[in-house]
């Protein structure tokens, strides 16, 4: 269910990861090897902070139900903006209803979430999930998904203040909902959040067989082990990219995070972390 | 907020009363002279019993996000189909999201439920009427609407055994948690509910100055009164219209139904009673 | 691109072909193992002439942008309606745009047409084919495909006195055009026509390779074969659907129309042709 | 039929126009006072020059069908991206199709077009206009308005070397086809064109009684007249405004354009022409 690609760095247009690679989002909207399903065209989004635009500031959203893979209006947006962080997103659905509403990312003030894959019962857990958030929050949550619930239950578990922490307890909590109502292993999925200056990309799920999430090889090792290739001349050293699949196929260039971690990308660079280990 | 018309009678093509009269349905839908908004472009939707099914078989739905005015699908549908009953409704939102499921009729089972109006304060009441829900019932919200949480509050009410008396439950409660909250009057509108053999049409609001509803004349009536007029030939005795503003200006054809009153459209014809007086 | 069904026979609901068989055209529009593609999710359509309605009466058409496989309106219709004879139609487009007018089938009067396959070269041809539509049916064009076209040809020449011929004319004055254009084997498909009593479905290439086409076979034989399969005694004798490749895998229901050949479908059996060899 | 603003000057986000206003754009879609219609709510789009590009590269469009009043993507990118010089319209369809491609501004390379108004009789001239288009600029014209056509029309004509010559040249081509087909008075509109540097906007009608059209005063004498206006600050000195009607009711804000006039809008300011006189 769903591939989604997270990019921070200099500022560049994100049709450079969504449009213009060999195994670009958009492509995998169409086709993704690695995905449960290989056709992500129940809609799509992307979440990006404006260059120039302070720190802090809330990310502009552009989210849609129709497949990305002939969406004009997508393509001229990815074309037209640049960015030094976005979120990009194309879904997978279980199911209608299809709607901008459950479309990620989700934002709330200058945070972005997204997901790929699914909280299993999420049907029957949903409503005492909903009872857990916040109520000050609650009225934010517009759709239907679980991804939506999710990022709800992590702000009101204090994402803000420290994310890992928070989705820690948030995953723990679903666990725990799961076990009362007799559903096994709850939680599947990566998840990806950022408040405009750090990634947290979290690999986890309950039976520890997790969809698969991937890491760029750092900018500089790649431009020396591939001096001649033009398109790593776009990126700029300290550029990464966390994706659930390799954009393109070039050996070394995307690293597979290990079952039960966080990969943390900031300014000084991109670092992994076991998490619920 | 909204334009609706229910009808019940002979099997015939909605399109007679929601595109082919001069302030039909849909010429409503773009200019509604007595509605609270003149402009209903944030959706429409159809539920009908197909002629010839089974009494107790869950009508067909049709909704969708687009303006009614221009839609050739609304336009082909509502020409092709024939009907004994259904409800057809044109939405304006007070604002996004704008999506499938918010758009009326909603269905449960073998009912319909549409509503023209608002719950005041709603964003803050709405956790709170959601708890409300039977937790069974829950799942089947799936929108943002104060009609749709209305609608599944009833049915918790018990809206299948006895609908004058689960709406009545229904919207006291409403105004109860008003209270609790510091929300005064918080219902507007009016409510059309059916099992597809009886049609309730309710005119309520909290400070008993309600959003406008009407029914037609005795068909036979009309037809004496108006012994040359063709497009009243389409219509057959006993066929019943309940509308928030009538399709036509002819004198005499559409009656308003007084404040705080249910209107009862079934076989045996039209009966107007009091309700929450 | 693109995945057909014609039916004729007793009247149904479509959703029985579109959504209740294991390879339905629905689920074939998020996999079609025969397809040139094998996701057809850039729109549907559905034109089906009403149970009841006299010979000679224009069909009703629902058409829409989304993936066919989540669309609730078309669950909702195609199970509502009750038809005798209809086309549908999953689109798989070359690019954009996305629009309701260039989804299949095409309607004029009471004549259907739809299409899977391309005019290659097409873009370069177009204008030179719009000027051979006779200009009182220019105006119906309305999108921006080659099959709309192709089918505002065909009734330029003659389609509804003969539609052998007209569709013969048709295809001979594209490749005519190809030639002068130096575009080598410019038509390729597979096409269906209806009046609402016949149906002619073509499958012709100018290089004699074309996309698969298949009829099933006569329902009395099949239930002689599989006496005790039940989901055959929803169909009657006489029922017949033409389509782009099988709706089940059951061992002799589909029979593969050969290269340049038309089946042709009415009230007295279906018959194959050679056309064009 | 339709609205439209042009903006040249300082960059700033187009939401400042179209969004913040009293009579901002989006809000005339649901409510324009001085509109043949007063809903315009059959589209939308915006066509912008991102800031920091280079001069003569190709804007960027973002149009959807759907009413822009609730529109959460059009809010989202009017406010996160920041332009000199962008078109953005809303659309009143005269019917049906509603489509994207149908949706103003209209883009050839870096130039862009966008109409209010109508073509008299365009169904009658469509075939004929369209023959006049140079055939290499045919296949782009993708929609069914006549607002397409014009452009593609002025293209043909020089729009490129010389806009008013070839403006001109087109108006008198529809309106000798118009006279040829027995269509009095074909031409009504206002008609905005921009390469990126230079607006040009006009104002005609064959019958010499067109659409409404404005320009912003100079900001500078606005600034002191109203030296305690904050939501002047928002614009410097040469930011220039060409509008369907007045975003606000400041009197001196917006001038009107005389009858068959050109306004011209660059960097050394705003000029007003006469025109087919």
Same mark, same amino acid.
């Given at each position: ?15 450079? %990861?969504? &449009? ?13 090897? %690695? #995905? ?10 992307? #979440? ?29 947006? /990815? ?5 030094? +962080?976005?979120? $990009?997103?194309? *879904? ?33 857990? *949903?409503?005492?999930? %909903? ?22 239950? /992590?702000?009101?578990?204090? &994402? *803000? !203040? ?8 948030? &995953?723990?909590?679903? !666990? *725990? ?14 998840? /990806? ?19 698969? +999430? ?6 500089? @090792? +790649?431009?020396? @082990? ?5 398109? +790593? ?19 070394? $260039?995307?690293? !597979? ?21």
């Amino acid at each position: 269910m769903c591939r989604w690609v997270a990019y921070a760095g200099e500022a560049l247009h994100p049709s450079t %990861l969504i &449009l213009d690679t060999p195994h670009s989002l958009v492509a995998q909207s169409l086709n993704s090897p %690695l #995905g449960k399903e290989t056709v992500n065209g129940d809609g799509f989004g992307i #979440g990006w902070y404006p260059a120039g635009d302070v720190p802090g500031k809330a990310p502009a959203l552009f989210r849609s139900v129709e497949p990305a893979w002939f969406d004009e209006n997508l393509s001229e947006i /990815a074309r037209a903006i640049e960015t030094p +962080l976005f979120f $990009a997103h194309v *879904r997978a659905a279980s199911g209608p209803p299809i709607q901008r509403t459950n479309c990620h990312p989700f934002r709330h003030e200058n945070w972005l979430f997204m997901h790929n894959g699914a909280l299993h019962g999420f049907t029957r857990m *949903r409503r005492e999930l %909903l009872l857990l958030i916040d109520p000050a929050l609650f009225p934010e949550v517009r759709g239907t998904t679980d991804s939506e619930v999710l990022f709800h239950l /992590a702000l009101t578990h204090g &994402l *803000r !203040e420290d994310p890992l922490a928070a989705m820690s307890r948030t &995953l723990r909590e679903v !666990e *725990r909902i799961g076990d009362q109502l007799g559903i096994p292993h709850p939680v599947q999925g990566t998840f /990806a959040v950022t408040d405009g200056t750090t990634i947290w990309a979290f690999r986890y799920s309950s039976i520890h067989d997790s969809r698969t +999430l991937f890491y760029s090889e750092d900018l500089g @090792t +790649l431009q020396q @082990t591939y001096p001649d290739l033009d398109r +790593l001349r776009v990126f700029t050293k300290g550029a990464r990219v966390v994706v659930s699949e390799p954009l393109s196929d070039l050996p070394g $260039a995307f690293i !597979e995070v290990p079952e039960s971690t966080v990969v943390v990308v900031d300014r000084t660079g991109c670092r992994l972390e076991p998490f619920l280990r």
